[in-house]
């Protein structure tokens, strides 16, 4: 478990790098408001400082590249709740419940449960990570394409919890948001859907799609309103409510520790990813709440708990990149990069024998925990201001620095082009009740699903039920994923038939 | 006494719905033609399939309304309580919206030929103006800084080029 002597030698150093601490800081804040541009992601971040971290110790590179990374986890969040334009697929689910708190005018007290969400969900996460890295390294390896689709299918179940007023139009836009995301090169490398254009080889862009469905169409929407928050008297921004957010959030610990433990375990696995992590811990809390009605209108719980799932996908993706050199996901194979500019590749070999700075990185990340509190109650303070600004100006700043995130993103016009094409879509989707969340939901799943299905029908030899009986992870994955989505319905259909029993006997 | 309402269809959805079946029809022959082999479709065939039937129950329902369920009209709709997506379109705002929209659409085909520097700056002038901004000196104001904090964000943090008008040149003078 806990290696004693080199947890002493991380201390020691932590001790004396004195500018591995001085770079926090600005590591947080960067992200912070880099992530709270839209299309701006924290790997974009990471790989315009990769280069400044040459000059660094191998403990400082590292610690600044996770404070950007545990920054910009937040700042996703900031735009998601105050405009309903998540910063990053990362911030999805934020959205959900957190706008419809800022057009009630309780966008102080959102902001707040997110930032404790985030700073809570991040240094439990790590906690997890310090407990059991190695653990967590070797439970890891053990999963297949068969456990990945189970967790990716998982997530792509949110489809039918997303619902507006009609059911059918909301599965209906997650199969074509999973349609979508099948464009491009197939895992079998067969184009589909690319109209031969060389830029959809890799498929449509999903975050330049994801800020056009959420961003351009809402923005389109709010053309003819004056504010964001209609009432003048709740257009105020109250760094005491904030405060008090960040109070109220305590007061949901199992949702914070549900959401953490899903960040931290789903964080961990390559190519998954903080949006699965935010999608499934949001999912998970809507079904095991007594009034999953009130989600997607503004139920505090929303906001926490997918926060909370998405900050603490940092401390997991952290784990295989150090013990095992597998980067989860985008920003962490920046991180790879970075270790490799330093002649190190982490792995098992690496958290052997550079324990001590596995640890200090951890042991640094509960600082930069305590930092993103203290530093991100001021920066939420000021960005929070955007309610106050008219929407008319808003408007075209925001989807100028939109389209520069898109381009960024995508490194040519086909990322602004589909934000267009995709803001049109989202536009006409609202006006009708169709569910966007529920189509961007499909466009981040699908072509995980289809790759680890196609993976897990040719390695059971085309469906064999003796591999799945041989798979526990996958029996257990299955049993846990069946029990979310009926335990509720059984016990609702139970309790009612005993109700019908007893007034039937009266 | 309950009123007899009549079903309204709503064109405009039946349009979109017509736009969504068009898509999913080229798709999914367009994904046979180039493999119609189980491993290509594994996933698009079921989903596909499911999306048809989705399309042709909503679609129809739109059309010729649903028995057994009151029917209502689309100005009915236009009163449904906040939440409903319909009452966010004000009145009046229709038109800011379509031409929101074609400003958009514009800026964005412009930025091969004008460079995001300077369709920048004409984008968020033409917007603030459509929606009712007045005051020369801020619109001016804004869309400069705007449009000089993106050409330096690529000009200096960016490793690939973005086409800018006249940022760069001005970059390099400097």
Redesign the interface.
Known sequence: MIDWQALQSAVHILAESYTAWLLIFPGIALGMIGGAIPGVSSALIL??VLPATLWMSLLSALIFMTAIYTGAAFGVAIPAILMGVPGSPAAVATSFDGYPMTQRGEHNLALGLALAASTIGHMGAYLILFLGIGVISHAVLRLGPVEMLLLMLWGLTLIAVLR???M??S??SG??G??IA??GL?P?D????TFDVPELLDGVPVVSAMIGLFA?SE???L???SYLVQRSDLRNVNVREIARGMVDALRYPVVILRGLIIGATIGGLPGVGAAVCNLVSYAETRRGDKHPETFG?GNPKGVIAAEAGNASSEAGSMATLLALGIPGGASSAVMLAALSLHDVTGGPQFLDSSKDIVYAIILNNFVQGAVMLVLGLGLIGLMANVIRIP???L???I???A??GS??FS?N?VG??T??VF??IG??M????YSVPACVVGLIL?GK??AN??QT??ISGGGQISYFLGRPIALVLLALLLFSLFSRPIMQWWRRQRTTNVLTKA | MPSERQHVTDWEHVFFLTIMLGFLVWYLVDAAAASPTFSNLILIAPVGAAAFILLLYIGAVEIVGRSGVPKTSASDQNELPAESASSRFRAGSRRAIALLMVLFGLFVAAIPYLGLDIASFIFIIATLWLLGERRVIFTLSLALGISAAISIAALALLTFPIPLGIARSLWRAL
Do not use: C
């Open positions: 790989a315009i507006g007023r009609y059918s139009r599965l209906l199969l074509i999973v349609l099948t464009i197939s079998r067969v184009m589909r859907g351009a923005l389109f929407n053309a003819g309103n209108k929407v008319r100006v408007i075209p700043v989807l100028v620095l389209t520069f381009y960024s490194g016009i602004p082009i934000m267009v803001g049109f536009w006409f609202q006006r009708h009740d699908g699903v289809e299905l196609l029908y040719q």
